[in-house]
């Protein structure tokens, strides 16, 4: 014998699936739709061996153990790369007499050529590798450019960015984050 639902059942499960369906939407609402939860804070950094972009060999993150390491992932064909840009070039020039830190940027999803065009016309003055195959992105959880990375000395993801690091982005890596890590604090998040 089948076994066959009353008709007045189906009525009350849709009705009861489409009241749940309305809460979950009214509560996301509520959230912050820009917030993206950093999933990697306070992490061993993935260690990753990357060709340089201009040839000169290959670059490791584990070389700069020992050192605060900022880490920029970026392409040539990024809006908010270029806003971003001369800022990086500021942070590298204000710390670049400092022993213990150590800017790299990431090259993303982009053409050699293209990358290199673009560091040509914006200025460069820090070391960049390329990501080839995307694992760097992958490990690092990155959802898009640019992202900045900032890592302790014993190679802890202490910041995480999401976006240009202009205004109070720029302030705030600089500021709270490098700077007391520079002088062996804990970042003032």
Wanted: charged letters at 15%; one cysteine or more.
């Amino acid at each position: 014998m089948k076994f066959a639902w009353p008709k007045r059942i189906w009525p009350a499960t849709l009705l009861i699936g489409i009241a749940g369906l309305l809460w979950i939407f009214y509560l996301g609402l509520w959230g912050n739709p820009t917030y993206i939860p950093p999933v990697i804070l306070d992490t061993p950094a993935p260690d990753f061996t990357a060709p340089e972009l201009y040839g000169k060999g290959d670059i490791s993150l584990n070389q700069f153990r020992g050192k605060i390491v900022m880490l920029n992932f970026w392409a040539s064909w990024c809006a908010e790369c270029k806003l971003e840009h001369g800022a990086l070039l500021e942070i590298n020039t204000r710390f670049a007499d400092n022993p213990n830190f150590v800017m790299i940027g990431v090259n993303y999803q982009d053409q050699e050529a293209a990358a290199k065009a673009y560091l040509k016309e914006q200025g460069n003055n820090f070391r960049h590798v390329r990501d080839v195959k995307g694992t760097l992105s992958i490990d690092y959880g990155i959802y898009g450019v640019p992202e900045t990375f900032v890592i302790d000395a014993q190679g802890i993801i202490r910041h995480k960015a999401i976006g240009p690091i202009i205004g109070a982005n720029y302030t705030k890596l600089v500021d709270q984050v490098i700077v007391p890590l520079l002088a062996g604090r804990p970042p003032m998040l």
